[in-house]
C-alpha cells in the first residue's frame, strides 16, 4: 500500500490525556470548570466549547478514570471545541477522513492525525447517479417529495461502503474516526448535511449556499 505522509501536519482533531484535580470541600468547581481548568496548558486563554454528547458524559469518564480523562479537541475556525470525552488515558490511534464528494464519483482518505499518515484512499461512484448525471438533475429531484431525503441516503450509502472498505483494509474501527473533512460543490455539500435551503437557493439567481464552505468540515 502506498502510504505517504502530508507536507504540515494541522489536524482538525487531536486527542489529550489529561489529569484533572478532584473536588474538595475547599474547592468546589463544577467537572466542566475543572477540565478547563486542566485545559489551560494547551489551550491558553482560550476557553473550549462542549459538544452536546461530550458534556453529558464528562461527570461518568472523570470518575471511572479515576479524574484521568483523554479529550478529543477540534479547532474549528479558531475555536477550541471538544468533542468526545473518555475515561482514562486512550491508546487508541486518533484518526480522520478527508472526503471529496463529486458528482459523479466519491474520494476518500483515511488519515492518521497524529503522523499525518495516509493510510489508504478509496474511490466509489456517487449512489445519486440514479437520480440524475449532473448537477441540474439532482437540484430538480431535492424539490421532489423526500427527494433531499433520497440524495442524502445515497450519497450516505457511498460514505459509508467507503468507510467500510478504508477500516476493514487498515484493520481500525470506525470508533478511531475523530474527524471528517469534507469538500464538495453547493448542491453536493447540501445533500450531505441535508440542507433544503441549500438546495432551494441554488437554483435561483443569485445562487447563494446555507452554510459558509468552512461550516462543513
Known amino acids: 500500500m502506498n502510504r505517504r505522509k502530508m507536507s504540515a501536519l494541522d ?7 489529561l489529569s484533572v484535580e478532584p473536588p474538595s470541600l475547599a474547592d468546589t468547581a463544577s467537572d466542566r470548570e475543572r477540565l478547563v481548568r486542566a485545559l489551560r496548558p ?12 461530550a458534556l453529558r458524559g464528562l461527570g461518568h469518564a472523570m470518575r471511572s478514570g479515576d479524574w ?31 472526503v471529496d464528494v463529486g458528482t459523479t464519483t466519491i474520494s476518500m482518505e483515511l488519515v492518521d492525525l497524529v503522523t499525518g499518515e495516509v493510510l ?10 440514479r437520480f440524475g448525471a449532473d448537477i441540474t438533475s439532482r ?25 467500510d472498505e478504508l477500516t ?5 474501527t470506525r470508533q478511531m474516526i475523530r474527524a471528517i473533512a469534507c469538500a ?22 443569485p445562487a447563494r449556499p446555507c452554510l459558509p464552505r468552512h461550516h462543513c468540515r
Request: hydrophobic share 40%; charged share 20%; aromatic share 2%.
Open 120 to 129: 489508504g484512499t478509496r474511490l466509489a461512484y456517487n449512489d445519486q447517479r
Open 184 to 205: 464538495g460543490n453547493t448542491t453536493m455539500r447540501a445533500s450531505v448535511t441535508r440542507c433544503r435551503s441549500s438546495t432551494s437557493t441554488c437554483s435561483i439567481r
Open 139 to 163: 437540484l430538480m429531484h431535492a424539490e421532489k417529495r423526500n427527494g433531499l431525503a433520497e440524495l442524502h441516503a445515497a450519497v450516505l450509502t457511498t460514505l459509508n461502503g467507503l468507510v
Open 42 to 53: 494547551h489551550l491558553g486563554d482560550r476557553t473550549p466549547a462542549f459538544a452536546l454528547n
Open 168 to 172: 476493514g483494509a487498515i484493520g481500525v
Open 68 to 98: 484521568q480523562v483523554t479529550v478529543t479537541l477540534a479547532d474549528v475556525d479558531d475555536q477550541p471545541w471538544i468533542v468526545h470525552i473518555e475515561p482514562g488515558a486512550v491508546t487508541e490511534r486518533c484518526l480522520g477522513l478527508a
Open 11 to 17: 489536524p482538525l482533531a487531536r486527542q489529550l490525556t
